[in-house]
Structure formats: C-alpha cells, structure tokens
C-alpha cells in the first residue's frame, strides 16, 4: 500500500458554516499532517501528534510554509466556451448568438474538440478545481474529447451533450429523438466509467421543444444515478421569452418541473429571478442550484439572492460559467460572490465562501461522501496554496492575525499564482 504523508497548514469545513461563520463547521491545523493511502484520506491531525507513530517507510512531503486545502468544485462552466471568455457587451440572448454559438460550431470537429478540452482541463487543475460539471455542446464527439482529458488526468468530472432543437442556428441543432439517443448511448459508454458522470444536458427551455424536453425527463428517470445539468432563470428578457414559449407554465422552474427534470442530481444554473413557490419546489425535490457571480455580472444577468436559497434549505455550490463568467479561478469567483452578496445586505464570511467552493459544490452535486473535505476514506484531491507568489498578497497576509482573516483575503486577492500545486487522489497533477 503506498502511504504518504502531507506536512503543511491544513484548512477545510466539517459542515456549513453558514453566514455567521460558525467556527465548528470548520478545522485548521497550522502545522498539520494530511496522511493519504492509496488514493484517499487515510487520516489528518497535527505534526506532532501524528508524526511519532508513523512507520519509517512513509513519504513525507514537507510543505511547511503551504497552506493545504480541498480541491475546488466548479458546478457550472462550459469548456467549449474556452475561447471566447471576455468577449464584449452583450447580454444573454446576444451573447448566445454573437459568441457562444459560431464558437460552438467548430466543435463538430473531434481534433477541435479535444484541443480545447485539453488546454481546459489542464486550466482547471492550474487553479486547483478538481471537479467540475461540464457542458459540452450539441456534437456527441464533445462529450467524447472532456471525457477522454479528465480520464488521463484522473478528474472527477461529470458532463453532458447539449440538447437543443429549437430556436438557435440549424447546425447546431439536433431533435428529440436523436439528442435522446445520442445522450443514451454517451451514458452506457462514459457514465461511471472511473471517476467520471454523465449529466443529460438540455442548454435551456428556449432552446428545447416541449417533445425533448419529456425525452430528457424520460431519460432522467431510467438513469435516477445520472445527473442533469441546465440554466434556469439567468436573464429578465430569458424569463419573458419563457413564459411566451411555455404560456401554461406558472414560471420557469415550472417547465422543467412538468417534464420531470426538477430531482435529486439537478443541478440550475443562476436561479435568478425565482420566487419563494419556486425555491420550496427545488428543496422539496432535491434540486441545486451553481451560483454564477462573474457570469451574472459579466452579462448584467442580475445579483444571485444566496441568503433565500440558504433559508429555503436548497444546496447551493459555486460556478465560474466560463466563457459567460470571466475566471475559471475560484478565489475571483468567490471575490465577485462577496461583492454580489454585499450589494444586497448578506454576507459571505471567509469559511462560507470556502463551504460553497469545497464541500458545499460537493454536497450540492451528490459527491459529498466522495470529496469536499479531509474526512477518512474520502478521495485526496486537494490543492497546494502558496500566498507568496503574488507581493500585495503576501504583504496583506503577513499581516493577518487568524486564518479566517487570511483566507479571506486570500479570496479577495488571490488567483492562479495562489496555487501551487493540485493533487488528484494524492498525486500531484499540476505543479508550478
Ligand atoms: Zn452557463
């Protein structure tokens, strides 16, 4: 059995620490020892203590002026979208068709396709992300090149085919029936296959007719263990167009809820513009919502109301929506969620904002018992921070008195270069 020994600070949550920051759902070692045996969490406590009974023959990677923290959870992001993050002044349905879609096209070309999902998933372990929920787009061949770069580098990685027949450029569309099809068989071949899920993917209601939608929501529930993955409730003029599309629908949720889409393992991107009715429904159900802060305010889509989703009991992680977002970095998105936060009057306290890119992400895509967190017998994908790579985050730190008051800034200033390496079931995927 190969055991080694991580000796570094250590920083994860227990449970959700909510807004008022409750310092039992989290725990911090500041010199501290993270043991891994054959892939996963073998146990975790401080140097000291742990050092003495350790056998001989342990690796210890010495870490000392790191700070260890669980690998990141992206809950919504579109890897064909790579290329045109940061492109300008649009909002949603614009954006769609100015951007999104012509970038879309190139991808019925598998080298095309696996070129971008390569350079992605290498992007997202460069940032310390781990897991992710992946659109892909309508092109089966799509979800082939995500899969096919997340299984050499051993991520945990669910994605789909987009499913859209309607009411977007003809060549990407595809019908009922065949999005049916090709999202079955994407299933048998990829679905559990090592550390990797299948999400059946309609883009949204605008872009499904009302047969894919019941097809989807068959598909959903012959495979209950697979996930689905779609935008809810993103853009005021989205919601309009919804509600002329769908003119028996009591609001959007409600779309997906009469095809039977709104279950365990649904995860809805934005949930900006729900009310109370919708919120009740997505708790009683299961459902969870990617709160998307650079997307939101990239687009002008609207500011994501945390505090209801909290108090109506639905899980809730974090997603950089990239190319719509603007980082598939973790602290920039969690910097833009605090900022989203503060201009509504909630607060986003350093270990809820770590919750929701750990082990809330985790909890919110049914992975909790997997990762999230340093629990014993979960998989060691965690990240390497160094907060000196960066001169105005290493004067800042070096002026913290406690670890909430440095992750915290940490969050406001850090980016990639606060990374410095991420492991994947404890062995190193990226380094500087
Ligand atoms: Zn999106």
Same mark, same amino acid.
């Given at each position: 059995?190969?055991?080694?020994?991580?000796?570094?600070?250590?920083?994860?949550?227990?449970?959700?620490?909510?807004? =008022?920051?409750? @310092?039992?759902?989290?725990?911090?070692?500041?010199?501290?020892?993270?043991?891994?045996?054959? /892939?996963? &969490?073998?146990?975790?406590?401080?140097?000291?203590?742990?050092?003495?009974?350790?056998?001989?023959?342990? #690796?210890?990677?010495?870490?000392?002026?790191?700070?260890?923290?669980?690998?990141?959870?992206?809950?919504?992001?579109?890897?064909?979208?790579?290329?045109?993050?940061?492109?300008?002044?649009?909002?949603?349905?614009?954006?769609?068709?100015?951007?999104?879609?012509?970038?879309?096209?190139?991808?019925? #070309?598998?080298?095309?396709?696996?070129?971008?999902?390569?350079?992605?998933? #290498?992007?997202?372990?460069?940032?310390?992300?781990?897991?992710?929920?992946?659109?892909?787009?309508?092109?089966?061949?799509?979800?082939?090149?995500?899969?096919?770069?997340?299984?050499?580098?051993?991520?945990?990685?669910?994605?789909?085919?987009?499913?859209? @027949?309607?009411?977007?450029?003809?060549?990407?569309?595809?019908?009922?029936?065949? /999005?049916?099809? @090709?999202?079955?068989?994407?299933?048998?071949?990829?679905?559990?296959? /090592?550390?990797? =899920?299948?999400?059946?993917?309609?883009?949204?209601?605008?872009?499904? +007719?009302?047969?894919?939608?019941?097809?989807?929501?068959?598909?959903?529930?012959?495979?209950?263990?697979? *996930?689905?993955?779609?935008?809810?409730?993103?853009?005021?003029?989205?919601?309009?167009?919804?509600?002329?599309?769908?003119?028996? +629908?009591?609001?959007?949720?409600?779309? *997906?809820?009469?095809?039977?889409?709104?279950?365990?393992?649904?995860?809805?991107?934005?949930?900006?513009?729900? #009310?109370?009715?919708?919120?009740?429904?997505? $708790?009683?159900?299961?459902?969870?919502?990617?709160?998307?802060?650079?997307?939101?305010?990239?687009?002008?889509?609207?500011?994501?109301?945390?505090?209801?989703?909290?108090?109506?009991?639905?899980?809730?992680?974090?997603?950089?929506?990239?190319? /719509?977002?603007?980082?598939?970095?973790?602290?920039?998105?969690?910097?833009?969620? *605090?900022?989203?936060?503060?201009?509504?009057?909630?607060?986003?306290?350093? *270990?809820?904002?770590?919750?929701?890119?750990?082990?809330?992400?985790?909890?919110?895509?049914?992975?909790?018992?997997?990762?999230?967190?340093?629990?014993?017998?979960?998989?060691?994908?965690?990240?390497?921070?160094? +907060?000196?790579?960066?001169? &105005?985050?290493?004067?800042?730190?070096?002026?913290?008195?406690? &670890?909430?008051?440095?992750?915290?800034?940490?969050?406001?200033?850090?980016?990639?270069? $606060?990374?410095?390496?991420?492991?994947?079931?404890?062995?190193?995927?990226?380094?500087?």
């Amino acid at each position: 059995m190969a055991t080694t020994a991580f000796r570094a600070s250590i920083f994860h949550c227990l449970a959700d620490p909510g807004p =008022s920051s409750n @310092d039992a759902a989290v725990q911090y070692l500041d010199d501290g020892l993270l043991v891994v045996q054959d /892939g996963c &969490i073998e146990g975790m406590g401080n140097a000291v203590d742990l050092l003495p009974g350790l056998s001989k023959n342990i #690796d210890i990677v010495d870490l000392r002026d790191k700070l260890i923290v669980p690998g990141f959870v992206d809950c919504h992001v579109h890897y064909p979208q790579t290329d045109i993050i940061a492109s300008y002044g649009e909002q949603l349905l614009d954006w769609l068709n100015k951007y999104a879609y012509p970038a879309e096209q190139q991808f019925s #070309d598998p080298v095309h396709a696996s070129a971008v999902a390569e350079f992605f998933a #290498d992007e997202l372990l460069r940032n310390g992300t781990t897991t992710a929920l992946v659109f892909a787009t309508v092109h089966p061949q799509s979800v082939d090149a995500i899969f096919e770069s997340a299984k050499k580098r051993n991520m945990r990685l669910i994605a789909g085919k987009v499913l859209m @027949d309607r009411n977007c450029p003809e060549i990407l569309r595809d019908t009922a029936e065949s /999005g049916y099809d @090709d999202s079955l068989a994407l299933i048998e071949k990829w679905h559990g296959s /090592g550390r990797l =899920s299948y999400a059946i993917t309609p883009r949204f209601a605008v872009t499904s +007719s009302e047969e894919q939608l019941a097809a989807a929501g068959r598909l959903a529930a012959e495979y209950p263990d697979v *996930y689905v993955h779609t935008h809810l409730s993103e853009n005021r003029q989205e919601v309009e167009l919804i509600a002329r599309q769908f003119p028996w +629908s009591r609001s959007y949720l409600d779309v *997906y809820d009469r095809f039977n889409l709104v279950r365990e393992r649904s995860m809805f991107a934005h949930c900006l513009h729900l #009310d109370d009715q919708d919120r009740g429904i997505m $708790a009683k159900q299961g459902a969870a919502i990617a709160f998307c802060p650079t997307s939101n305010l990239f687009l002008g889509s609207g500011l994501f109301d945390l505090q209801a989703a909290h108090d109506a009991g639905i899980k809730t992680g974090i997603g950089s929506d990239v190319g /719509g977002g603007t980082s598939l970095n973790q602290f920039r998105t969690l910097s833009e969620a *605090y900022k989203v936060l503060h201009l509504q009057g909630q607060s986003l306290p350093a *270990y809820a904002a770590f919750y929701l890119a750990t082990l809330g992400g985790a909890a919110a895509l049914h992975l909790d018992d997997r990762v999230g967190n340093f629990e014993r017998g979960k998989e060691a994908d965690f990240v390497v921070l160094d +907060s000196s790579a960066a001169s &105005i985050t290493r004067r800042r730190l070096s002026m913290t008195t406690d &670890i909430a008051e440095k992750l915290f800034a940490l969050i406001m200033l850090g980016d990639d270069r $606060a990374v410095s390496a991420t492991y994947l079931q404890g062995k190193q995927a990226y380094s500087v």
